[in-house]
Structure formats: structure tokens, C-alpha cells
Nanobody, 128 residues
């Protein structure tokens, strides 16, 4: 498996932007599909975005499409989530996750049970 650590969370006003990063250990990061999920207080964890192993294919939840962008830099073993036009309802702990058991797979993993490695999460708070 791979070790994942998120960073970049914080407090931002509505309409603002944040960029989350997820640094991964291991030499095979470039073969993993990656995803971002979030969990708000009292709610279940939900899919945000996914990216395939090469970065050539992405997938977004409807609630963030057009505002968030997932990307990756395989040379740096890092996946990013650029979040623009943030809303108070985007407040949550954000997690990155990897699909390590199926190498070179696509961006179609939208269920958290499909991911087998997780970071500890980073808090994003959007004030109104």
C-alpha cells in the first residue's frame, strides 16, 4: 500500500479558493488512480473527484463540477485539488485516497469502498 498525507486545508471566506495537496510515498504512485472525498459533521463521507493513473481522465461530483479541479504530478508523487468559488457547504474534512490493487485504472472509482489507501484528512472550513 501507499502512505498518503494531505495538506493545504484551512479557513477561507465564501467565494475564496484553496488548493489541497496529497503527498504519496512509494515508487508506484504513478500507476494508481486517485480520489478526493470529504466528510462533513454528521454526514457520510462523499465522493468529490477522481483522476486516472496518468492524469488524462477526471471525474467530479455534480456539486463541485466547474468549481474544483483535480490534477496530479507523478514526478512529485502528488495529487492536487484546486477548489474555487468555495461555499459554506464545502466545509468538511477532505481525504485523498488511492486504488492500489488495480494498477493503471481509470477515473471511474466513486465509492469509498473501492479505495484501499487513505490519508488522515485535512480540515476545510468556509465561512459565510
Amino acid at each position: 500500500q501507499v502512505q498518503l498525507v494531505e495538506s493545504g486545508g484551512g479557513l477561507v471566506q465564501a467565494g475564496g479558493s484553496l488548493r489541497l495537496s496529497c503527498a504519496a510515498s512509494g515508487r508506484t504512485f504513478s500507476s494508481y488512480a486517485m480520489g478526493w472525498f470529504r466528510q462533513a459533521p454528521g454526514k457520510e463521507r462523499e465522493f468529490v473527484a477522481a483522476i486516472n493513473w496518468s492524469g488524462g481522465s477526471t471525474n467530479y461530483a455534480g456539486s463541485v463540477k466547474g468549481r474544483f479541479t483535480i490534477s496530479r504530478d507523478n514526478a512529485k508523487n502528488t495529487v492536487y485539488l484546486q477548489m474555487n468559488s468555495l461555499k459554506p457547504e464545502d466545509t468538511a474534512v477532505y481525504y485523498c485516497a488511492a486504488v492500489t490493487r488495480n494498477a493503471f485504472s481509470g477515473s471511474y472509482y466513486t465509492y469509498d469502498r473501492q479505495y484501499d489507501s487513505w490519508g488522515p484528512g485535512t480540515q476545510v472550513t468556509v465561512s459565510s
